[in-house]
């Protein structure tokens, strides 16, 4: 076969390879995102200690993290958390996750890989679409305030940063977020709706800046934290992407059509 489909079965194979893994393990691995230490779950000393763990109490909402990841590689649909609360949990367990995976035995000397290179990238891009979603349902109140924040100051009563963004009237609010409600639909796997004709403009230009607002490390904006990990990032901006893709797309059929009817009128008026 060519490349390009070798490449492609690869990359399904290891989908159902992490899935399997996942699966076949799920008890065990939640118990090392809750594990308190002092040890590891087979009494060694703890590895990967700049990765933060979640809570023991949270053990029943990082299995259904677990869960959802792994309707997410066998491509389904998937529920995201019920709760703000729990999709803080979420986004805290999946990040801690996609950390702790090894794909190759150089990632980490002295523990062996967990699962094949193709596994690890397929089970650290759904973590990555977990934790945008959970991300981004704990926190879209905010996120749609700061959007359609008019300044001078931000929505904690500092200075705004990345100000060369440009960022929508309140009158937008509405509409802002309804694209947010998509935004994580479509990371849990399925598209629930487009933007109405007064709409397309607005979820375009909102796509724009929260694809550029979005910091994946503490060094792309000096003064604030990271909002999500590299993965996370990737995904939500993928997303966004189509939604700024159809946004354009909408923009030049719209502006062909007009076009088209002025040739018509013209010709008419001949």
Not at 174 to 182: L, P
Not at 200 to 222: L, M, T
């Amino acid at each position: 076969m060519s490349s390009a489909a070798a490449k492609a079965l690869c990359t399904l194979l290891g989908q159902f390879e992490a899935a399997g893994k996942l699966m076949s393990n799920r008890a065990k691995v939640v118990q090392d995102i809750t594990n308190p230490g002092p040890k590891g779950l087979n009494g060694g000393a703890l590895t990967q200690l700049d990765l933060t763990r979640v809570d023991g109490k949270h053990s029943a909402s990082v299995d259904r993290m677990l869960t959802a990841v792994c309707g997410r590689l066998l491509g389904k649909v998937v529920a995201g958390p019920s709760t703000p609360e729990e999709a803080t949990v979420w986004a805290q367990a999946a990040m801690f996750e996609s950390g702790r995976i090894q794909g190759s035995a150089a990632e980490m000397p002295g523990r062996a890989p967990d699962m094949s290179s193709y596994a690890a990238t397929g089970l650290r891009t759904a973590l990555g679409q977990i934790e945008a979603a959970s991300k981004l349902m704990s926190n879209r109140e905010r996120v749609v305030q700061d959007i359609t924040n008019p300044g001078p100051q931000n929505i904690d009563g500092k200075a705004l940063t990345q100000t060369q963004l440009k960022r929508l009237d309140r009158q937008h609010q509405a509409s802002v977020d309804a694209m947010m409600k998509e935004v994580c639909s479509r990371l849990l796997g399925t598209e629930t709706s487009k933007p109405s004709l007064e709409q397309v403009q607005v979820w375009g230009e909102a796509a724009r800046f929260f694809s550029a607002r979005i910091q994946a490390s503490a060094g792309a904006c000096p003064g604030r934290g990271a909002d999500m990990s590299s993965g996370a990032a990737m995904a939500m901006r993928t997303v966004l992407g189509q939604i700024i893709r159809f946004s354009s797309e909408s923009k030049m059929s719209s502006a062909a059509a007009a076009a088209l009817c002025e040739v018509v009128a013209a010709h008419k008026g001949s």
